[in-house]
C-alpha cells in the first residue's frame, strides 16, 4: 500500500494539471477569479467558525475568549504550518491541560477528534458545492440542501477531502472538473482545514472536560 501511495503522489500533480489546463481551456483565464472568491469564501466559513467556538467554549466554561485564544495560539500555529491533525495532536493535548481539561478526557478526545472531526472539510464541501452549482445554473432547493447535508455528515468522518468532493460531486451528477480546479489552490486552504479542525477539537474537548469536573464535585 505504501509504494501505490508512492507512485499515486508522483503522477498526482500531473493529473491534476492535465485537469487544470482542460478547464482553463474550456471556461478561460475568468477561472482565476472564481478560484480567488473560493479561497476568500472558504476563510470567511473558517473565521465564522472561530468566532463560534469561542462563543461556545464561553457559554460552557465561562472561558473569555482571549483566554481561549491566547492558549489555543500553539496548536492553531502548529496545524497550520503543518497541514496534519495527527501530527499535531501532542500540541492540542497540551492546550488542553493548560485550559484545565482533565488528562482522562483530553487523552482521549483529541486523538478520537483528530480521525473524525472534519469541521474544515465541510465548510471546503459547502462551499465547492454552492460555487459549482451556481456555475452550472443548479437551483439549490431544500431537498438538495438535505441530501448535501446527510451526505457531507457522512463523508466527512473520514479523510482526504478531495476523494470525498469528488464523491459527492458525482453523488449529485455535477461535473467532476471541478476538483481540478479545487486541488490546484487546496494547498492554500488545507492549511485553514486543518486550523480549524484542531481547534474544533479543543473546543470540545474543553467543554467536556469542565462539563466531567463539575459532575465529579460532590
Same mark, same amino acid.
Given at each position: 500500500? $505504501?509504494?501505490?501511495?508512492?507512485?499515486?503522489? %508522483?503522477?498526482?500533480?500531473? #493529473?491534476?494539471?492535465?485537469?487544470?489546463?482542460?478547464?482553463?481551456? !474550456?471556461?478561460?483565464? =475568468?477561472?482565476?477569479?472564481?478560484?480567488?472568491?473560493? %479561497? $476568500?469564501?472558504?476563510?470567511?466559513?473558517?473565521?465564522?467558525?472561530?468566532?463560534?467556538?469561542?462563543?461556545?467554549?464561553? *457559554?460552557?466554561?465561562? +472561558?473569555?475568549?482571549?483566554?481561549?485564544?491566547? !492558549?489555543?495560539?500553539? +496548536?492553531?500555529?502548529?496545524?497550520?504550518?503543518?497541514?496534519?491533525?495527527?501530527?499535531? +495532536?501532542?500540541?492540542?493535548?497540551?492546550?488542553?491541560?493548560?485550559? $484545565?481539561?482533565?488528562?482522562?478526557?483530553?487523552?482521549?478526545?483529541?486523538?478520537? #477528534?483528530?480521525?473524525?472531526?472534519?469541521? $474544515?472539510?465541510?465548510?471546503? *464541501?459547502?462551499?465547492?458545492?454552492?460555487?459549482?452549482?451556481?456555475?452550472?445554473?443548479?437551483?439549490?432547493?431544500?431537498?438538495?440542501?438535505? =441530501?448535501? *447535508?446527510?451526505?457531507?455528515?457522512?463523508?466527512?468522518?473520514?479523510?482526504?477531502?478531495?476523494?470525498?468532493?469528488?464523491?459527492?460531486?458525482?453523488?449529485?451528477?455535477?461535473?467532476?472538473? %471541478?476538483?481540478?480546479?479545487?486541488?490546484?489552490?487546496?494547498?492554500?486552504?488545507?492549511?485553514?482545514?486543518?486550523?480549524?479542525?484542531?481547534?474544533?477539537?479543543?473546543?470540545?474537548?474543553?467543554?467536556?472536560?469542565?462539563?466531567?469536573k463539575k459532575r465529579m464535585i460532590p
Amino acid at each position: 500500500m $505504501g509504494k501505490v501511495v508512492s507512485i499515486v503522489m %508522483i503522477l498526482a500533480p500531473y #493529473g491534476i494539471f492535465a485537469l487544470i489546463a482542460v478547464s482553463v481551456g !474550456k471556461y478561460g483565464s =475568468k477561472i482565476f477569479g472564481t478560484l480567488a472568491k473560493y %479561497i $476568500g469564501s472558504v476563510y470567511l466559513g473558517i473565521l465564522a467558525m472561530c468566532c463560534l467556538y469561542a462563543l461556545l467554549v464561553f *457559554l460552557f466554561t465561562g +472561558i473569555g475568549p482571549q483566554e481561549f485564544y491566547r !492558549k489555543a495560539s500553539r +496548536i492553531m500555529v502548529t496545524a497550520f504550518s503543518t497541514c496534519s491533525s495527527t501530527s499535531s +495532536i501532542p500540541i492540542n493535548m497540551a492546550c488542553a491541560e493548560s485550559l $484545565g481539561t482533565p488528562k482522562k478526557v483530553y487523552s482521549f478526545t483529541i486523538p478520537l #477528534g483528530a480521525q473524525i472531526n472534519k469541521d $474544515g472539510t465541510c465548510v471546503c *464541501l459547502t462551499t465547492v458545492f454552492i460555487m459549482t452549482a451556481q456555475a452550472i445554473g443548479v437551483p439549490v432547493d431544500l431537498g438538495l440542501m438535505i =441530501k448535501v *447535508l446527510i451526505l457531507g455528515l457522512i463523508l466527512t468522518t473520514g479523510s482526504g477531502m478531495l476523494v470525498i468532493l469528488a464523491i459527492l460531486l458525482e453523488s449529485l451528477g455535477f461535473p467532476l472538473e %471541478i476538483v481540478g480546479l479545487v486541488a490546484g489552490v487546496h494547498a492554500f486552504n488545507d492549511m485553514g482545514m486543518t486550523m480549524i479542525n484542531c481547534l474544533g477539537d479543543l473546543a470540545g474537548t474543553v467543554i467536556v472536560g469542565n462539563a466531567e469536573k463539575k459532575r465529579m464535585i460532590p
